[in-house]
């Protein structure tokens, strides 16, 4: 969780002493100056990437700030964290929603633009641009809106649009 921890804040370092057993101290140390582009990068660690670089952004909107990081491996399951605040949100959420909706709308008018799918092809379905995805995003909020006790969802409707809006311009 730590280690996490160290992915989410990017060039923060922490250090971990264990001093319980004087015969045997043991030390930790998380940095990771790329943040959760080297989250990426360690979990697509021994997978077949699609692409050699990691897509990443980081950049703010209306006091919200929009991390977002993935690459495309041969998987053809996906893998998708999102955070709010540092903290996991396993069901996602608003900043989730806007991601997928980003990341088709983007992929389905390049697709057309460069001629891979054709004026009669239906489009690239959400399910369709997310196989093999590796991806993180990451928001950070002033007053976050959680769903259920374990925070396992963001509600702020707010942080829809500015994913969306971030994640389509990069």
Same mark, same amino acid.
């Given at each position: ?10 060039? *923060?370092?922490?250090?971990?002493? !264990?001093?319980? !057993? ?8 998380? =940095?990771?100056? /790329? ?9 697509? #660690? /021994? #997978? !077949? ?12 909107? $209306?006091?919200?700030?929009? $991390? ?7 998987? =053809?399951?996906?893998? %998708?964290?999102?955070?709010?605040? @540092?903290?996991?949100?396993?069901? /996602?959420?608003?900043?989730? %929603?806007?991601?997928?909706?980003? &990341? ?5 008018? =390049?697709?057309?633009? #460069? ?7 239906? #489009?690239?379905?959400?399910? !369709? %641009?997310?196989?093999? &995805?590796?991806? *993180? *995003?990451? %928001?950070? &909020? ?13 509600? @702020? ?8 809006? *971030?994640?389509?311009?990069?």
């Amino acid at each position: 969780h730590l280690r996490q921890q160290a992915y989410l804040t990017k060039g *923060i370092k922490i250090n971990i002493f !264990d001093q319980r !057993d004087a015969k045997n101290k043991k030390s930790y140390k998380y =940095y990771f100056e /790329g943040g959760i582009a080297s989250y990426i990068r360690h979990l697509n #660690n /021994g #997978n !077949d990437v699609k692409q050699e670089k990691i897509f990443y952004i980081n950049k703010e909107k $209306e006091g919200i700030n929009v $991390e977002v990081s993935f690459q495309y491996t041969a998987d =053809y399951r996906e893998t %998708v964290f999102a955070f709010a605040n @540092n903290i996991h949100n396993p069901e /996602g959420g608003m900043h989730m %929603v806007g991601f997928k909706a980003a &990341l088709t709308r983007v992929l389905n008018k =390049y697709a057309r633009k #460069n001629n891979f799918l054709k004026e009669k092809d239906q #489009n690239l379905t959400s399910d !369709d %641009v997310r196989e093999g &995805l590796t991806a *993180i *995003i990451s %928001v950070k &909020l002033p007053e976050p809106q959680f769903e259920g006790q374990t925070k396992a969802k963001l509600g @702020n409707a707010e942080v829809r649009p500015a994913v969306e809006s *971030i994640f389509s311009s990069a």
